[in-house]
């Protein structure tokens, strides 16, 4: 049995909590809110502090939901029965919201709630109006007080009477772009992408740097990386800039160091640098890379100390101390592990030592640096031949614009 | 100009077909698994057509669909792989009686190797019961497959019940062979949970050599032919990419039509059907309601004479008709299928198939209805009583 939801109570998150920012976040939330749910014209935003109220008229549920689940900001929602202030009505909507949830609870209350001080029944009536009635009619369910499986809320308002009781989790954090603008590492792997969605939903603005390494990479890393990003815009709201480098040359001179055991080292600290000079030019105030401490030998504490350095702005880690299991659930949750696992080849999987340094000397990284002359001029030509794309869910990629649309 | 009313057994391609599958061959040469860029755009294009497909199939996915050379690979692949690939899990199989010959007969050539068979019977309308489909199911089932409408009579199999039953009994893999449904019925492979389910490009005005495979995400199952990783390995060889984009373009335009194309021809068959029960020496094969009987195809028998003899001079007044199905119509045998309908003989093999395409219209039946009177008061004198 399904209910049929007139409206749908949205539940902010943390950020209410911080005094004069409040009502930037707030008003962000409703911008991304609309966004979500634009094509559905019919369906009605109202906020009232610290609560968003979805009016459906008729728009559908489902469909809704799944959007708001992706919102940023939004810790949870409630869809709603609305219905006149009269007890026999809300009696039938609160059985209607207690049958139709997915599994039948063993225990639940009543929480009403008379705000409308005109109608005759108060909170603690109502309590026991709804609830009995509920009881009767479900046979075996019991009231607990202190623990229910389901609080089945009755909100009594001037305008008609609320009647909910699913709690719909969602994405939770700060709304996209409220906590500024970072630079996140984006290397086609299962990681950075993850990197990425924690990023966003913590409320970072974000811009991509991808380093591509044609011809030892294939076109199919780089559209590879243009899908990661595709799927990641979903959840901004917003178009997501890509910035695409050839790493080739610098990539080439780090082989011909001399170093074997180092050279994920020495790229690792070029791409930083040239990260960090993208950042710089678009405002970012951070990087993003998706390490995991110890999953791989530029992972190690060593490896970060020395790689780190080599930037200045804040390296921000969202995955530092996730396990793997942890990492893959998100991106399949995301809908990037299958884009991820596709085979092709980043830049970082070329030239691999058979043993690369897991606790890299940062004196010898930095003499071997400026022993290899132009450096400096490559990561200059790299950032200055930087191809960039702005990336949102509606580009199709190099398959869905295959042939001619005639064909099709 | 000729009547064809053979569509059960190929279809004209449609003229934006022809132009796409010319198109593409002239432009697309290069083989999707080289490197190279040329390649790679073949390779696209592949993936745009198998996406094309899946988004036609609410509730399926591009990476679930394979494409095949036609019906009859995708039923052999489908159903041997299934059989071969889970027989550890058990040894029985379950199909019916009226399926056709590629799913039949490799029924019989798994039960040569050892697999135990049931098929189940029809009714008199051609229609299997689900009820017997679950009758037959035992602990060691692990294969149903029935096909959706059949080829010779366009009796419509109760897909979705038998889904339904399956789902409550894991495990057991469910093929449905579509080829003579997909466009003139709706198909919903997800939604009745099928596994497998196999399609035909030219029954739907597309090329020959294409067919689809639907392999529902998690069936495993082996391939029969190896010897290239292409089409998940179940259907190694270089992809045929102008006639597998044409195809999808074939697929979309009859499932996108499909709903008028049934309506339509309902009506022709209702206006057929009304003209073979006014001759009394024909008799209808199959059933007249549209729940049990799909619309573009109409069988019927003149006990007592030659199949043979009528689709001769049906053709001699320009209509083009076919006995049994045109898979197994050089054989002298009666239809396996008008058998296990009416386990009549002479009924058996005296059927004619008659099914319509999108040209035909009220002047078509009107000609046909009127040769159909004539061919039989000729031969009328000829009968054999026996």
Known sequence: ?408 | MMYYFDHCASTPPHEEVIRTMAEVMAKHYANPSSLHRSGQEARNLLERARAAVAALFPGTEAKEWIFTSGGTEGNNIAIAGAARQNRKRGNHLITSEVEHPSVYDTFKALEREGFRVTYVPVDSRGVVSAADVEAALTDETILVSIMHVNNEVGAIQPIADIGRLLKQRRGILFHVDGVQSVGKLPVDPAGWNVDLFTASAHKVKGPRGVGLLYVRQGTAIAPLVVGGSQERELRPGTENVPAIVASAKAFRMAMESQPERAERMQRLRERLLGSIEAIPELVLNGGTEPASAAPHVVNFSYPGMKPEVIVHMLEKHRILASTKSACSSKSEEPSRVLMAMHGSHERAASGIRLSFGDEHGEADLEWLCSMLRKVVEKLKPLERKG
């Open chain 1, 1 to 408: 049995m399904s209910m049929n939801p007139d409206m749908i109570l949205i539940r902010f998150g943390e950020f209410t909590m911080k005094g004069k920012n409040r009502g930037k976040f707030d008003k962000r939330l409703e911008q991304q809110v609309r966004k979500a749910i634009r094509a559905y014209e019919n369906a009605e935003i109202k906020s009232t502090y610290g609560r968003m109220y979805i009016t459906l008229n008729g728009e559908p549920y489902e469909e809704i939901a799944a959007k708001l689940k992706d919102v940023f900001g939004i810790v949870s929602f409630s869809p709603i029965r609305q219905v006149a202030s009269e007890l026999e009505t809300i009696r039938g909507a609160a059985l209607e919201v207690m049958q139709s949830l997915p599994e039948r609870p063993s225990t639940f209350k009543v929480s009403a709630r008379r705000v409308d001080k005109k109608y005759p029944h108060d909170s603690q009536e109502m309590n026991h109006l709804v609830g009995g009635y509920v009881l009767r009619e479900m046979l075996g369910l019991q009231v607990d007080v202190r623990k229910p499986q389901v609080e089945l809320r009755v909100e009594i308002q001037p305008e008609g009477t609320y009647v909910y009781s699913s709690v719909v989790p969602a994405a939770g954090g700060y709304p996209y772009g409220t906590n500024g603008k970072a630079m996140l590492l984006l290397s086609g792997g299962i990681d950075s992408p993850v990197a990425g969605y924690l990023g966003m939903r913590q409320g970072l603005e974000i811009e991509a740097v991808h380093f591509h390494s044609y011809p030892y990479t294939s076109d199919k890393a780089k559209e590879k990386v243009i899908d990661l990003v595709r799927r990641l815009s979903r959840f901004s709201g917003a178009p997501i800039k890509l910035h695409l480098v050839s790493f080739t040359d610098i990539q080439t001179a780090l082989a011909q160091a001399g170093q074997d055991s180092l050279i994920i080292t020495l790229m690792r600290r070029s791409m930083l640098r040239i990260a960090e000079r993208l950042a710089e030019t678009s405002g970012a105030l951070g990087l993003v890379s998706g390490d995991s401490l110890g999953q791989v030998a530029s992972q190690t504490l060593g490896s970060m100390n020395v790689i780190g350095r080599a930037a200045e702005l804040p390296l921000l880690r969202p995955l530092i101390t996730m396990d793997k299991n942890e990492i893959i659930r998100i991106a399949r949750e995301i809908g990037t592990y299958e884009t991820s696992i596709l085979p092709y080849e980043d830049c970082c999987t070329l030239f691999v030592p058979k043993s690369p340094s897991t606790n890299p000397n940062l004196t010898i990284v930095q003499k071997t640096e400026q022993r290899i002359e132009g450096l400096d001029a490559m990561i200059e030509e790299a950032v200055a031949g930087t191809e960039l794309m702005i990336i949102s869910p509606e580009i199709r990629n190099v398959v869905e614009t295959a042939g001619e649309d005639s064909w099709f």
